[in-house]
């Protein structure tokens, strides 16, 4: 018999959302400094090591401070939905579990298998960072590790019509090591690994600090001239260049969202998990925005397309020894985003998983460290086989293009649980109220994240769609076939193991 579309739009009733902060069996053992430092270690990472030098030399120019005031702006609206809703439903998930109870099951599992995928590749492409910058320290100490085993069997090569891919070269096992190394790391417990991250961040965090005390006094103000370029066509440099080196530096914001999901594991998550959330993301945008000011005024943001710009920047100034430490903050910081994005994954899978929607391995929690370590090594296995082969030039826009698909769900909640749950206790609610249409909620925030995420998504899927017609076809088929796979696998298996149509079966 055929279902009604109805039947796919069943909410999860608040009352089960909350019934599962009390029957989870994780350890409350997070408190607001770590989960700041959770959510600075996710944020800063990739965001400044590679992908400024690729926003500023192919879109923005020096104008690349302001594509981080746009990313920052659509974050921060973002970051402020988001307190509200891990303030009001702390639970394991977040946008998952936030889309289950305002939207219904389908839009939660479309959004969550979004949420899957953009995790996954992050977890790659920061894979593929930490092995490029680990190959290149290991170089200057006189270690060569082969080709072979460090660079992916798919590779970015200059095309008639912008970058294309080919194959070949070898298979990155070095970045298939790192993210399982992480993996054993954050099974043994999340307090070992908090402080594993917390070691790490005061690390990356000083290593940047003193590339801007030592690159300021060396900055040419004549390298931020003509600070916005003229627009060369497409998204080349201009306006629209600037909100295209935007949409790349999206995704790196992602860790407000790894916050978020640590709701669970949280000792007081009410509190703590706004000030999680906005303090990191506060903290990062400030150091983004210093970073990419020194960036650019060391050199000339034409010879940043290098996938270590920063010590591209510090060999200007002369100090091969800075040069060095440069490399161990960046190898340190994208360690810590790919420990954080990993421990993320895990806990989206599982709640999906407690939900019936994924196999109950996801769901398994450790005797032991009381962790699920089934779903964790799943996780990070399949981010270490796309990292073996996909180039990071390649995974950055359809990271960004998922980070905007889950931001605007998260607004869209917001504005639905005020509409239909307006006395619902909210310890943290978004800031310069809204008006009503009718029974609507329309709030400024989640309203002007809306739009924001928008902008941020547009140049993303122009572009795609552009080299798709031009015969770049493999960045939309990756993306097609994941969803099509996403839909077969819901009505095949969710739709069947789903909790809670079985609780609405037996009553």
Request: contains cysteine; proline residues 6%.
């Amino acid at each position: 018999m055929a279902r009604a579309p109805t039947q796919y739009l069943i909410r999860k009733p608040l009352a089960d959302v909350r019934s599962d902060i009390d029957r989870h069996g994780l350890h409350r053992a997070l408190g607001p400094v770590h989960l700041v430092l959770i959510g600075i270690g996710c944020i800063i990472g990739a965001g400044v090591y590679v992908m400024t030098g690729t926003a500023a030399a192919n879109y923005a120019g020096p104008a690349v401070m302001l594509s981080f005031v746009f990313a920052g702006l659509a974050c921060a609206f973002t970051g402020l939905c988001y307190a509200e809703l891990s303030s009001t439903l702390p639970v394991s998930g977040a946008s998952y579990s936030y889309a289950y109870a305002a939207l219904g099951e389908a839009f939660a599992w479309g959004l969550g298998w979004m949420l899957m995928l953009e995790l996954g590749l992050a977890g790659s492409a920061l894979a593929v960072g930490v092995s490029g910058y680990l190959v290149s320290l290991l170089g200057d100490f006189g270690i060569h590790i082969p080709a072979v085993l460090a660079t992916p069997y798919i590779r970015p090569a200059a095309g008639e019509a912008g970058t294309a891919f080919v194959t070949g070269g070898g298979i990155n096992l070095v970045a298939t090591a790192a993210v399982l190394l992480f993996a054993f790391i954050l099974v043994r417990g999340v307090s070992q690994s908090a402080t594993i991250n917390a070691v790490m961040v005061t690390v990356k965090v000083g290593v940047l600090l003193a590339f801007i005390a030592f690159g300021l006094p060396h900055v040419d103000p004549a390298n931020w001239k003509p600070f916005i370029p003229e627009n060369e066509g497409g998204f080349t440099y201009g306006w629209a260049g600037v909100l295209r080196g935007a949409s790349i530096l999206f995704f790196a914001y992602l860790g407000f969202e790894a916050v978020a999901t640590a709701a669970l594991e949280a000792k007081k998550p009410q509190r703590d998990i706004p000030i999680g959330i906005l303090g990191a993301l506060a903290i990062a945008t400030v150091v983004y925005m210093a970073v990419a000011a020194v960036l650019t005024g060391l050199v000339s943001y034409k010879m940043l397309n290098v996938p270590d710009p920063v010590a591209v920047a510090v060999s200007a100034i002369g100090m091969p020894v800075l040069s060095i430490v440069i490399k161990v903050g960046a190898l340190t910081g994208l360690c810590s985003v790919l420990m954080v994005n990993t421990y993320a994954h895990s806990r989206v899978c599982y709640a999906m998983s407690t939900d019936g929607l994924l196999p109950p391995l996801f769901s398994r929690v450790h005797a032991r460290f009381r962790t699920p370590h089934q779903g964790t090594w799943f996780v990070a296995l399949a981010a270490g086989i796309a990292a073996a082969f996909l180039p990071i030039s390649m995974l950055g826009d359809l990271v960004s293009l998922g980070t905007g698909c889950v931001f605007i769900t998260v607004a869209i909640s917001v504005i639905w649980l005020r509409s239909t749950q307006p006395d619902l206790p909210r310890p943290f609610r978004v800031p310069f109220g809204g008006f009503r249409v009718g029974t609507l909620w329309l709030g400024v925030v989640p309203m002007l994240a809306l739009v924001f995420c928008v902008l941020m998504m547009a140049p993303v899927v122009l572009d795609i769609i552009r080299k798709a017609m031009v015969g770049e076809w493999l960045p939309a088929t990756i993306l097609g076939l994941y969803i099509a796979f996403g839909i077969a696998f819901y009505l095949l298996y969710g739709v069947r193991h789903s909790r809670l149509r079985r609780a609405l079966s037996e009553a």
